[in-house]
C-alpha cells in the first residue's frame, strides 16, 4: 500500500507545493507549526480541493486536477484522528466504537476485540467520553477509526493536546498499532520524540515545501538534516536490548556499541527498545575517559562533520551498528581534530534519557 502526493495550492499569503511518497508504515509529516502539514493531510482527506496536483492510494485515484477527478471524503475510505478525540459525548465507549464499525464494508470489518485489547480499552467500554483521561479518548478514538476498517489512516497531531504524562502512556499503543496492523498512517507533528520513536518513513515539510523524504532512520541520523529537524532537537536513535533490571533502579541495556544504562525501562528482559538519544546530550573524547560521573561511555567512530556558520558543529559517528549524532561547539570540534575515520568515545548522561524518547524497536 503506497500512498502518492503531489499538491499545489495558494492560501493567499501562503502556498502550498508538496510531493512525497508514502510507503507501508507510519510516515510522519515533521516540520514547524504553520508549515503546511495539516493542509497536506487535508488535501489527502478530501477536506481541502487543492488547485492542482495528484493523490492516488495504492493506485486509486483520490484527486487529479488534470483529469478533473475529486473523490468524496465519504468514499475515500480513510480514518481520521484529529487532535482532540471528537467522541460522542452522549454515547458509550462502546457505542463510539461501534459507530466507527458501522462504516466498515461488511465482509471486511475489523475484529472488535482484538482492537480493544490492542489499545487497552476493554475496562473503558460502559463509559462515556466526560468520565475518560485525554489519553483515554484519543485511544478510543483511535480504535473508533480503526473499526471503519480504513485503507489509510491521518493522524493530525493526537497527542498534541496532552501533557508529558499522557503522551507516555499512549504511546506504547500507537507503537503497537504501527507494529500490529496493516494500515498505513500519515501522522503529522512537530515532537522529534513522537517521531523518532513511530515513524517508518520522514517527511521534512518548511514553509509549504518539501525539503527532504526517506527512511526515518537515515534522516534523523544525517547531519545534513539537522537544520530542518531543528538544531535543539536533532538527535539519533540507538538499538538495544533489555539485558537487566539492576537492583540500583536502573536498566542495563545491551547495544551493539556496548552497555547503556538508563533509568528503570519497565520491559522484560529480552525486549528489543529503540533509544532516542539528543546531539546536545552527547558528549564526546578522543580518550577513554576516567572519574566521571557518566556511567555510558561507548566507543565510536567517526563518520561526518559538518561545522556551522555560527559556533556549533553536527558530528554524525559509527556506534556498533548504529548511527549517533553529537552537538558540540566549532571549537571542540576543531581542538579534538575530529575527521571522518576518528576514534574517539561518546559520553552518554543516564538521566538524560526521557521515558518518551524510549520505545519499541519496530
Given amino acids: 500500500m503506497t500512498l502518492s502526493v503531489r499538491l499545489a495550492h495558494s492560501f493567499g499569503g501562503f502556498s502550498l507545493d508538496a510531493g512525497f511518497e508514502a510507503p507501508k508504515g507510519v510516515t510522519a509529516l515533521f516540520g514547524r507549526s504553520g508549515s503546511g502539514k495539516t493542509s497536506i493531510v487535508n488535501a489527502v482527506a478530501g477536506l481541502l480541493r487543492p488547485d492542482a496536483g495528484h493523490v492516488a492510494l495504492d493506485g486509486r485515484v483520490l484527486f487529479d486536477s ?14 481520521y484522528v484529529f487532535q482532540e478525540g471528537r467522541l460522542f459525548p452522549h454515547l458509550s465507549v462502546r457505542q463510539n466504537l461501534a459507530y466507527g464499525r458501522w462504516f466498515a464494508p461488511r465482509e471486511d470489518g475489523a475484529g472488535f476485540d482484538h482492537v480493544v485489547g490492542m489499545l487497552g480499552i476493554g475496562a473503558l467500554l460502559d463509559r462515556r467520553p466526560g468520565m475518560l483521561s485525554g489519553g483515554e479518548k484519543q485511544r478510543v478514538a483511535i480504535g473508533r477509526a480503526l473499526l ?14 496532552l501533557d508529558e504524562e499522557r503522551k507516555a502512556e499512549i504511546l506504547p499503543y500507537l507503537e503497537r498499532l504501527r507494529d500490529e496492523t496493516l494500515i498505513p498512517v500519515l501522522y503529522v507533528s512537530h515532537s522529534m520524540a513522537e517521531v523518532a520513536r513511530l515513524a517508518t518513513t520522514l517527511v521534512l515539510v518548511e514553509a509549504g515545501r518539501v525539503v527532504r523524504s526517506g527512511p526515518a532512520a537515515d534522516i534523523l541520523s544525517d547531519p545534513d538534516s539537522a537544520h530542518a529537524l531543528g538544531i535543539r532537537t536533532a538527535g539519533a536513535s540507538l538499538h538495544a536490548t533489555v539485558a537487566a533490571q539492576e537492583e540500583d533502579g536502573l536498566t542495563r541495556l545491551d547495544a551493539s556499541a556496548g552497555p547503556l544504562f538508563l533509568p528503570r525501562v519497565e520491559a522484560p ?13 552527547v558528549i564526546l573524547s578522543r580518550t577513554r575517559p576516567e572519574g566521571l ?4 561511555v561507548l566507543p565510536a567512530t567517526v563518520t561526518a562533520v559538518r561545522l556551522g556558520e555560527g559556533p556549533g558543529a ?31 568515545f561518546a559520553i552518554l548522561k543516564t538521566v538524560a534519557v526521557a521515558q518518551t524518547n524510549v520505545g519499541g524497536a519496530g
Fill in 314 to 344: 553536527i558530528i554524525q559517528l559509527q556506534m556498533g551498528d548504529d548511527l549517533l549524532l553529537a552537538r558540540i561547539t566549532r571549537r571542540s570540534a576543531l581542538a579534538l581534530d575530529l575527521a571522518p575515520g576518528v576514534a574517539c
Fill in 269 to 281: 528482559v529480552g525486549t528489543r527498545l529503540t533509544i532516542r538519544i539528543p546531539a546536545q546530550d
Fill in 148 to 161: 471503519a476498517r480504513p485503507k489509510l489512516l491521518l493522524m493530525d497531531e493526537p497527542l498534541a493536546a
Fill in 66 to 79: 488534470d483529469s478533473d477527478v475529486f473523490m468524496p471524503v465519504h468514499r475515500r475510505r480513510l480514518g
Fill in 293 to 296: 560521573s557518566a556511567l555510558n
